[in-house]
């Protein structure tokens, strides 16, 4: 006979709410393992976010998690099951593809941090279009206190902070304050716990009332043209905008702006 499963076994790895407006809340519900990135985390977690992609009815998505962490990581316990080198590169494979879609979709995608977010946890913060935290959440990349570089959060971290920063946490695996990373570029807006998600409503209510489609190619471009010299990306940048200008929507929101009136999209 079968053991019978705890509650928090029944319970989904991953809630999603949708709000009338469009913007979609996928809450990380592993809060006794501090919400880690486990195999069946991430493939959860890839699975939603393939399938908001591709409706466009969702139109911002927001990050949390359950419990008292955002996010701890990789499962390590997971991990050590398995020392394999090939098991671990299918692993790490996994989790960029997972990185890559969260910058790569259409929507914008806001972290809500309220608590500690490690290693992977703090990539994925990192990877992030923007992140709200709480005054009390931390954030590290403390791989090398077990003897293991976090190389695949630094993609993410040189990519937000500057390098000596990026790089002293790296080493140091110490944590920041939500202060310290607002000031150094890991994430936008700080606000008290009791706060955090009213300013993660009025930031994506800032986003839902711009039109779909700019939003959308404007995303694109932006992280495209980061990856070039600049001549490559004033050229990618002015066929963006041209684009952009000529869809019906940047037409009727340049009217509406002469005609001193809201515009209709």
């Known amino acids: ?22 913007v979609v809340r996928l809450t990380l519900n592993r809060p ?8 069946e985390m991430l493939a959860a977690l890839q699975d939603a976010l393939d399938r908001i992609a591709a409706d466009e009815s969702a139109r911002v998505v927001v990050l949390a998690g359950a419990g008292k962490a955002f996010c701890a990581g990789h499962d390590l316990k ?9 098991y671990y590169r299918r692993l790490f494979a996994t989790c960029t593809r997972l990185m890559l879609k969260v910058q790569r979709m259409p929507q914008p995608v806001i972290a809500r941090v309220h608590g500690i977010a490690t290693a992977a946890g703090c990539q994925l913060v990192g990877m992030c279009d ?39 946490m790296l080493v140091t695996g110490e944590f920041i304050d939500s202060a310290t990373a607002c000031e150094r570029g890991l994430v936008n807006r700080v ?34 043209q980061l990856e070039l010299g600049i001549e490559a990306a004033y050229q990618l940048a002015g066929q963006t905008m041209a684009c952009n200008m000529a869809d019906e929507v940047a037409q009727e929101g340049v009217l509406a702006f002469m005609e001193k009136r809201a515009p209709k999209w």
């Open 191 to 224: 606000v008290p716990l009791a706060e955090l998600d009213a300013e993660v409503e009025r930031l994506a209510a800032s986003i839902v009332a711009k039109p779909r489609l700019a939003i959308a190619m404007g995303k694109q471009a932006f992280y495209k």
């Open 78 to 86: 997971q991990m050590k099951a398995r020392p394999e080198a090939e």
């Open 130 to 168: 923007l992140a709200v935290a709480a005054d009390v959440a931390r954030f590290a990349v403390s791989g090398i206190n077990v003897g293991l570089f976090c190389s695949t959060p630094a993609v993410a971290l040189s990519r937000n902070l500057g390098r000596k920063s990026a790089f002293e």
């Open 32 to 39: 006794a393992q501090f919400n880690s990135l486990s195999e």
């Open 1 to 22: 006979m079968n053991a019978p499963q705890s509650a928090q076994q029944l319970q989904p790895l991953l809630i999603e709410e949708r709000s009338a407006s469009g």
